[in-house]
């Protein structure tokens, strides 16, 4: 690809964080993480059941992803910190061994706010993680550039 390729490839993928919400957003990290992770698993909700708080994951390494889309980042404050601290125990009582937590979060390039960063350090030390962070929509768009041209 060259410099304009490159270029139309990534505003094309700008377009689509900032149509994506919910299920589209959880369908294009699936998509991604398909295409970056081999070991990638994604679990789908099955009726009354769910996901069980695991919206896919990584066997091999312990890692686990839960997604969230909002419609409007600084609107749902209360809910993204609510979200996390609930996802997460929800995960740890169905899944074993979570090694690593990653939030993903469709923030449309805004950024997330400080509460939900502590809340995942928190967690990382009061659970002895490997590490827990949250993804953002430039953390995708650098794993989905990261990979091969033809992928």
Known sequence: MNNQE??????MFRNKIFASN???????????????????KPIKPWGNIGDRKNDGYIKST?????????EEIEKSYRNTVNKIR??????????????????????KYKGVNADAEQIMQQIKKDYK???AEILIAKDLENILFEELEDD
């Open 62 to 70: 312990g890692t686990f992803y839960q997604v969230y889309a909002p």
């Open 86 to 107: 609930t996802d997460f125990k929800g995960l740890i009582e169905q899944w074993t061994p979570v090694k690593k937590f990653y939030f993903v979060i469709n923030d």
């Open 6 to 11: 490159k270029l139309l490839a990534r505003l």
């Open 22 to 40: 919910g299920q589209a957003f959880e369908d294009l990290f699936i998509s991604i993480m398909n295409y970056a992770e081999k070991g990638f």
């Open 129 to 131: 993680l490997e590490d």
